[in-house]
């Protein structure tokens, strides 16, 4: 089975608002936490990661947060705007310098509403 | 340009025939992965190169798939006697040597009919 999951696949929000994105992991040695942004007809676009010695991270408008306790991870994204509107993956691995392929859930599909 | 690039975009192929999807990654990222994301999921690890060595190749689906770094720079995934189930995208991703973020390349959508 999946080691990565989401909640939701659509999350409908309205534009000014936050939002936020849920994921669950299973996989307790995972030390590597990525979350990207898909477009259509697009690859996935790196927005910010997070390792497993931390529990927060903030980037421009995104805040990560790692819950190892129950191993869900999140994102935020604060004053949603339309060009926000995408399905975002969490991913992970276990942090071999770069010696491992990710793990990918299924997604979440974030509609902005104007 | 400064990003992973594929090609081709778009390939079209009949059941039984072979194709070959191209990857070029960042200049200077030794490691190189290739995934598969059928429709609506999320992108499935297929295999991982380090240079020119193949050091992961446990997602390829079946040994009708087979990829290649000869020169640790352009990476080909081959696809021999297609069937339907593998119309899907096929994403590349390069990073820098000891660094877990990959990039990804736009894909190349593939549809066999």
């Known amino acids: 089975g999946e080691s990565v999951g989401l909640h939701l696949p659509t999350l409908s929000v309205q534009e000014g608002d936050n939002s936020i994105i849920n994921c669950a992991y299973s996989?307790?040695?995972?030390?590597?936490f990525i979350w990207y942004k898909q477009e259509s007809g697009k690859g996935p676009q790196f927005i910010i990661d997070?390792?497993?010695?931390?529990d927060k991270r903030q980037g421009q408008r995104v805040t990560v947060l790692l819950n190892k306790t129950v191993k869900h991870l999140s994102l935020q994204i604060a004053a949603t705007q339309p060009g926000d509107s995408a399905v975002y993956f969490c991913?992970?691995?276990?942090?071999?310098?770069?010696?491992?392929?990710?793990?990918f859930g299924k997604g979440t599909h974030l509609i902005i509403q104007p | 340009g400064a990003g992973v690039s594929q090609s081709p975009r778009y390939k079209v192929a009949k059941r039984g025939q072979d194709v070959a999807l191209r990857c070029d990654p960042i200049?200077?990222?030794?490691?190189l992965f290739w995934y598969q994301q059928a429709l609506g999921q999320g992108p499935e690890f297929l295999t991982y190169?380090?240079?020119?060595?193949?050091?992961?190749k446990s997602g390829l689906p079946s040994d009708r798939f087979f990829a290649e770094r000869p020169e640790g720079s352009v990476s080909t995934l081959k696809i021999q006697r297609t069937q339907q189930e593998d119309s899907a995208v096929y994403l590349c991703a390069s990073s820098f040597p000891g660094e877990e973020t990959q990039y990804f390349g736009p894909g190349t959508r593939l549809l066999v009919l």
């Open positions: 200049s200077g990222h030794v490691s």
């Open positions: 996989n307790s040695a995972s030390d590597y």
């Open positions: 997070i390792r497993s010695n931390m």
């Open positions: 190169f380090q240079n020119e060595a193949q050091l992961d």
């Open positions: 991913a992970e691995n276990l942090g071999y310098g770069g010696a491992d392929g990710l793990t």
